[in-house]
């Protein structure tokens, strides 16, 4: 499908009947700044992590789209978060990426916020203010909302955005072992000190649609599975047991939001893996034989890479990390990674894990690399004025995809793909871009949450 | 004109002098170079102050009273 | 020994230790990998930590921390092996084509030998480097920082035991690391 010089977003950019996307999508200088508006000032973005800012007065810069936020406790403990900017004259009033303070002073006239964004010091108020400024409306500015789940922190500039978790939806669940401790107690789970953050010269949706669930991608990442870097060491990222499980692509339609996991058999013991480290072996199983115990079928469920619309990636399993695409123009992006582990894990697993995870993930890490040199050349290649008359193809596993997909008597909501002979689908892709055209095109959260209306409709 | 102040450094219980001559005890610095929360403790332009306790600007610290 | 020899026992350390930082260097850059993995000694130590913008006075909180934080590169000699084997196996696209890569070393400081110039068997230096990748067409980056190494005397020749690395970056601005520092 060819399609002319467009000068922004329209509808049929994403065909989906087609199973065809336009180029412009991702170098469109028009769209990127369309979807600043419509996408990442509507949707709920991941911010950071509470165990970032455990006491009063902790602070860590953050992003969310292209702005600078900060995420901070105020004095009464409770979680905030603040576009970081002046309200004077927009100068950034924190440049630390993380700490500890009682204010938030702006260094050009001296503007000064308490950690609650109320306006607390105005140079000259009385003087040259005549006591006038009304100190109230001249806050930080704050997002419309915010949630803290299993210790994560979200947040939106939307006060219609619906609730996290009602934006979450059904995804909620598999979203669980990303966040909960690996024997599936709640939460549970720490971050690791240290954020990486780099460049890639490609836009946002190159990372979002790979963490989305392209397994069709493993071939780029050869090398890696040549030399090992595997937990054990050697040979295969991936681990031995997962020869017997179901490989599944999990969307979740109306949300925008989709996973890739592996459904263990029911029967089938969990054989041990790093059996390099008795340690981390031993651990792991106990682990995995608690969390069956606890959580029955949804225990047998491990939850790979997947991504909560738009911006926000993770790796549930080795090595979990939680990724944010801050874009940066259309050409541009900001990748910050957070690694986490257990808290209650003993040491030894968490040097164990640490270790893998730098030498895996990031600008550093041997698979992830080769991902940036095919996002940054697959964003380059496709900039021209004839390459973008092009489409790319989303055909793979077209109409492959289940409601109420169930194995050994568990039934899993979204819509599934069954990978395990197919190898293959980029249906996780397409939920992605449909939902991402969705934003797009609806002039408000009450046609995106299309789910309620459904709700209402089922009510009358 | 005095030579400028770093009020950065300043350690609560820190006598300081303002501009229009008030004398202010420092409560907490928050260490930004910028601002200090104190207490008045004199007050000739102003006596309603004394005892009040504000943030001041930088700029308005004259003097530091050795303690 | 007069303080005069002395200094020149030092001179001719340290001459001896920049000539062996800047062959490291050479080989690197003739992408000889396996020579250069044989001067790092079997338990180096290979250290790269991310950099914080922290207040002052809070300096101590401005590196992540060896063995205990995340960093860029924290590792030894197996995972740098496997980093060379794996540009060698001709398909690691991060890297294939090869980027074209000039190590500069300068600054070269002998920090300390150990237990004397004289009769060193550890020595400690600093330098600086700038690193200068090109890759494909037009792609550039230059890496400027500072490294601090401990060499292990080996027979005539030397051995790196610890390396850190100080990139002088906080956004890293480079989309990967598949080069050596």
């Known amino acids: 499908m060819a399609t002319a010089h467009v000068g922004g977003y329209r509808p049929g950019l994403v065909d989906l009947k087609t199973g065809q996307i336009s180029r412009e999508i991702f170098v469109n200088e028009d769209i990127y700044a369309e979807e600043q508006e419509r996408v990442f000032a509507r949707a709920w973005l991941y911010v950071g992590h509470e165990s970032q800012v455990p006491n009063p007065g902790d602070f860590f810069v953050s992003g969310m789209g292209e702005e600078s936020v900060i995420l901070t406790r105020d004095r009464a403990g409770q979680v905030r978060v603040f576009l970081n900017s002046c309200r004077h004259r927009g100068m950034k009033v924190c440049r630390y990426d993380e700490g500890n303070t009682t204010v938030f002073t702006c260094p050009y006239h001296g503007w000064s916020y308490g950690t609650d964004g109320r306006l607390v010091g105005v140079p000259y108020f009385r003087e040259a203010y005549h006591s006038q400024l009304d100190r109230l409306q001249w806050g930080l500015v704050e997002v419309a909302q915010t949630c803290v789940h299993k210790g994560t922190v979200w947040a939106t500039w939307d006060k219609d955005a619906p609730p996290f978790l009602e934006y979450l939806g059904d995804f909620a669940r598999y979203l669980d072992q990303m966040f909960d401790s690996w024997d599936g107690s709640d939460g549970g789970t720490e971050i690791l000190g240290g954020v990486q953050k780099w460049l890639v010269p490609s836009n946002w949706k190159f990372p979002a649609e790979n963490f989305s669930g392209d397994s069709y991608h493993n071939i780029s990442h050869r090398s890696v599975d040549m030399v090992g870097a595997g937990p054990s060491g050697s040979g295969r990222r991936d681990m031995p047991e997962l020869n017997l499980a179901r490989k599944l692509h999990i969307a979740i339609p109306d949300r925008g939001h989709q996973t890739t996991a592996y459904l263990l058999p029911r029967e089938v013991e969990v054989p041990a893996g790093y059996q390099h480290s008795p340690v981390v072996s031993d651990y792991f199983k106990k682990c995995e034989e608690a969390r069956r115990q606890q959580r029955g079928d949804w225990g047998r469920l491990i939850t790979l890479v997947g991504e909560v619309f738009p911006s926000m990636a993770f790796l549930a399993r080795q090595p979990r990390t939680i990724a944010v695409w801050h874009p940066r123009g259309p050409h541009q992006t900001e990748v910050w990674r957070w690694f986490l582990v257990d808290k209650n894990a003993p040491q030894d697993v968490k040097n164990f894990l640490r270790d893998y995870y730098i030498r ?37 596993g077209m109409g492959t995809e289940v409601d109420n997909y169930e194995w050994e008597g568990f039934s899993l909501p979204g819509s599934v793909t069954d990978l395990t002979q197919a190898k293959s689908s980029e249906h996780n892709l397409r939920n992605l871009y449909r939902r991402w055209a969705e934003f797009m095109e609806a002039s408000d959260w009450d046609e995106l949450a299309s789910w309620r209306r459904a709700q209402r409709a089922a009510a009358e | 004109m005095s030579d400028p102040i770093n009020v950065r450094t300043l350690p609560p219980g820190t006598r300081i002098v303002t501009a229009d001559g008030a004398v202010a005890e420092i409560v907490s610095n928050p260490a930004d170079g910028v601002w200090l929360f104190a207490r008045y403790v004199e007050s000739p332009s102003d006596p309603a102050l004394v005892g009040q306790e504000d943030m001041i600007f930088a700029q308005d610290v004259v003097e530091v009273r050795p303690t | 020994m007069s303080d005069r020899d ?51 006075g809070e300096e101590s909180r401005e590196f992540t921390r060896e063995i205990t934080d995340i960093n860029w590169f924290d590792e030894g000699k197996e995972t740098l092996t496997r980093r060379v084997r794996q540009i060698e196996t001709g398909i690691h696209w991060a890297e294939e084509p090869v980027s074209r890569i000039a190590h500069l070393v300068t600054n070269v400081q002998l920090i300390e030998a150990m237990p004397s110039a004289a009769e060193a068997r550890e020595v400690s230096v600093k330098c600086r480097f700038l690193i200068y990748r090109n890759r494909v067409e037009t792609e550039t980056d230059i890496l400027v920082g500072k490294r601090e190494d401990l060499l292990r005397r080996d027979g005539d020749d030397w051995k790196i035991a610890r390396r850190k690395i100080i990139l002088d970056q906080n956004v890293l601005l480079s989309k990967n690391l598949t080069f050596f520092f």
């Open chain 3, 6 to 56: 002395d200094r020149f026992v030092e001179m001719l350390l340290t001459h001896e230790i920049a000539q062996f930082l800047y062959r490291e260097a050479e080989l690197l850059d003739e992408r000889r990998y396996e020579a250069w993995l044989a001067l790092l000694s079997d338990d180096i130590r290979y250290w790269m930590p991310m950099r914080r913008n922290v207040k002052f």
């Open chain 1, 360 to 396: 895996y993930s990031g600008p550093a890490g041997m698979t992830e690399q080769d991902d940036m040199e095919n996002w940054g050349y697959a964003h380059k290649a496709s900039r021209g004025t004839i390459a973008r008359r092009y489409s790319y193809s989303y055909e793979q």
